[in-house]
């Protein structure tokens, strides 16, 4: 059984045949959190993510009353975004996903995730984010995630 407490890394990207569903840019994402999370903390850095510099934007929000979220949007290719979240429960994820979900992202059944916790453990297929429902709904299928790699 996976512990409630249980913190992994989790990414979120459009789905792979279809990169720019979310119509994403470094600006849109920045302005969307700005709108949403007033007192978020933004930085927009070059990475070396490739051959080429790509531009990120690191953040921090608070998604619930003394509840962080830190994490990096990285901008590899026009309208194409993944974003990166660290060090977070099930419950923190699904709270940030759901406003990606449903505040950021131009298709709501756009949102592919995976987990850095699966991955470790053999596992690179990405998940559907639910295209409706609250952040239970959302923590319930990322806890199945987690637990997909279980021993049986």
Sequence with gaps: MIEHDLRSNFVFAPPPDDPAAWQA???SFQDALTRDF?????????SALRDVPVVVLDFEIEVEPDVFVAGTAAMPA???AHVSIIDVTAHTAALFARWLRDSYVASPDSVRFL???VMENGDETP?????TGDATEIET???????A???G
């Design 25 to 27: 840019s470094t600006e």
């Design 38 to 46: 007033p007192d978020a903390f933004l930085e927009i850095n070059a």
């Design 78 to 80: 026009p309208d194409y």
């Design 115 to 117: 987990s850095s916790f």
């Design 127 to 131: 998940w559907s984010l639910p295209a």
């Design 141 to 147: 299928m990322l806890r199945s995630h987690l637990a």
């Design 149 to 151: 790699v279980e021993p």
